[in-house]
């Protein structure tokens, strides 16, 4: 195998390292794309009543979205990892921005499914998984420090977006708050994806806490292959566990407004709860994933859990 050299700046050197460059261009997309998507509670009453659809049905729509995103975040990680994240994640956005801002046009349950459930969770398969994927590569030291304060974007954008979504439908309707939402997502996302890189050795670097050598292609973090890790049971339980976690986590946020409403709750309110855990997460987030560089991860997953 060729070896690429690591290129020197010459002069000064840069006065950030592009790795957290990376870290903050991930951090604005899945701030955005996740707080709405987290957010869907907000919509669940006014859109289901208009629509005329049960509850089961509304849910069923957001369940679709989530197998679709689990589905392609399969697959479209395997395309980043051979084409880079620029590709995949302007793809995602052209899709998750399609699907948002057709939303004012639905008037029957099918659309719902099309555009939320289809294009909206076919383009989230390119957000999450994949670009936390890449943070791993360009961080070898700090890396669960910094993965934490990238996914403590979720838990950011649910604080910001589910009260102002609130105030939105308010002044509007869940229509015309979806285009919103769709054209700022589509912008940002689109817009960070043109300066993400895949890996250090793209730019004659090597990962932030590893000696500057001779790069070799690349960077690959350590650990088993795909087929390894399919025969391993570590893999499962942890597959089973995050599995339990996001059908929980899912169920809580699309369902906790809805009820909270009909409990006699302002849809304000409720949407300042939603806001509550959402603000948590940072919190929780960052806290474990700065112990977790110090403990280790298995401690903090189990504790994490725990709380959970």
């Not at 084409?83 to 099918?110: E, F, H």
């Amino acid at each position: 195998m060729s070896t690429i050299p690591v290129e020197k700046f010459k002069g000064s050197k840069p006065a950030l390292f592009y790795g957290y460059k990376v870290a903050i261009l991930a951090f604005l997309i899945l701030l955005f794309s996740y707080g709405l998507r987290f957010s869907f509670g907000v919509f669940f009453t006014p859109m289901s009543g208009e629509l005329g659809l049960s509850n089961a049905t509304t849910s069923l729509v957001f369940s679709i979205s989530m197998l679709m995103e689990g589905l392609f975040n399969i697959i479209l990680g395997g395309i980043i990892d051979k084409y880079g994240p620029r590709l995949v994640v302007s793809i995602s956005a052209l899709l998750i921005g399609a699907g948002y801002c057709l939303m004012p046009t639905v008037k029957s349950d099918w659309q719902l499914f099309f555009y939320y459930g289809g294009l909206v969770g076919i383009g989230m398969g390119g957000l999450f998984a994949p670009l936390v994927s890449i943070i791993a590569r360009w961080f070898s030291a700090k890396r669960n420090l910094i993965t934490g304060l990238v996914i403590s974007s979720v838990g950011l954008g649910v604080l910001i977006i589910s009260p102002l979504a609130n105030r939105l439908i308010m002044a509007f309707d869940w229509r015309v708050t979806f285009l919103i939402f769709g054209v700022v997502i589509l912008l940002v996302t689109l817009i960070c994806a043109q300066f993400l890189k895949r890996d250090p050795s793209d730019l004659g670097l090597v990962p932030l806490g590893e000696e500057v050598k001779t790069a070799k292609g690349p960077n690959a973090v350590a650990g088993v292959d795909f087929k390894d890790a399919l025969r391993s049971y570590q893999f499962w339980f942890v597959f089973i566990i995050l599995f339990s976690y996001g059908f929980c986590t899912s169920s809580v946020s699309i369902h906790l407004i809805p009820a909270a409403i009909k409990t006699g709750i302002s849809a304000s309110a409720a949407a300042v709860v939603l806001a509550a855990i959402g603000g948590l997460q940072i919190v929780g987030r960052i806290g474990l994933g700065l112990a977790a560089d110090r403990l280790g991860n298995k401690i903090m997953f189990i504790g994490g859990f725990a709380l959970f």
